[in-house]
């Protein structure tokens, strides 16, 4: 790679314009003064040696002024006055050697008195050169730190995106695991039969746990398999007490969702919904298609808002209010959980949109209120 392809376009292209645009000025100003006051060709030849060293010039301002752009901004202010004095002197020696010192002019008096007539309009001709190239420099500069503050904001959101999903997920896995365990247990005093049956589903759970970590999303159908998993596991425990029901729309089932998200909707639900329960009860679980959007349900006929009364404290809220954050900075604001806990039972339920989704129209409202952002996560406790 040489030394032209590393530097930016943006610059190639603001020193092209830069060159352009005095390209125009030089050809006209020569233009008319070879045909009103000086009918000679040097004349013309005159402007574009000047131009030719004007490019020069330029270039070596740009680099000049990404020199000074390291420095505090009175040693930039102190550089720029200098760099103007010697870019007068050198442009007007230039002038004077194509004007004067090639018609036989050739001494410093001639020189200086050149120099002298151009510090008038011709002076400020110059600086304009040099002040225009500079200002060019320094707004290029200037949007280039926009973009790299703009830049550096967006991959600290996906850090800190990335760091909050690790470390909802460290929180949920241990959560369910130590209460599985705690199923197995159990068993082992009952029924060794059935803590094999456990053990064994509780490795295909570990092993999806474990995948799960090595990508933000998997398939609907598989998440629904791991939720078939666990129930089974507390099915064991619970016998008879403990039902089931699923209605999955099949056209959801290539969804795309974070691992294990549902787990703790359902953990919920079998803890503080059915196990106080002295008959039991039925968990279903709900997801169907409504229009672009997907809407999951997770309802049980338990104990709902008298579940209050025989919590004893051990619940650390992680699983429902990491759920909701979860949903969150996958889905966006509008993804988080909707709750509606009555006597005859709790529901929790969310919707996402489906990116794959073929009719994009308007979202449909949730029928079930959506509890405010700012205020909800505290509130949103297990039960």
Known sequence: MNILDRIPPIW??????????????FAISTFFEWRLFRPFPYVLWNGLFLFEALCVLILLIFLYAHFLFRFSSVVQFIGH??????????????????TDYLDGYIYFENWKEHLTG???WHALRF???????VGVYYVIRYFQGLQIQEKEKSELEIQNREMQISLLKSQINPHFLFNTLNSISTLMHSSKEQARKVITQLSDIFRYALDSQRGEVVKLTHEIDFIENYIRIQQVRFGDRLKFVKTIDPDCLSLKVPPMILQPLVENSVKYGIAPKEDGGTISLTVRRNENRVLFEVQDDGLGTLAKKVMDGSSSGIGMANTDKRLRSYYGPGAGLAVQATHEGYKVTFSIIDPDA??????VQHPIHQ????????????Y
């Open 371 to 382: 509890l405010n952002p700012e205020s909800h996560e505290h509130q949103l406790h297990d």
């Open 118 to 120: 151009l510090l008038s």
């Open 12 to 25: 190639k292209r603001a020193y092209l314009l830069i060159c352009a645009w005095y390209f125009v000025n």
């Open 81 to 98: 006055f200098t760099g103007i004095v010697t870019f007068f002197f050198i442009m007007g020696t230039l002038s004077y050697y194509f």
């Open 127 to 133: 600086h304009d050169q040099y002040i225009i190239t």
């Open 358 to 363: 073929s009719s994009l129209k308007s979202p």
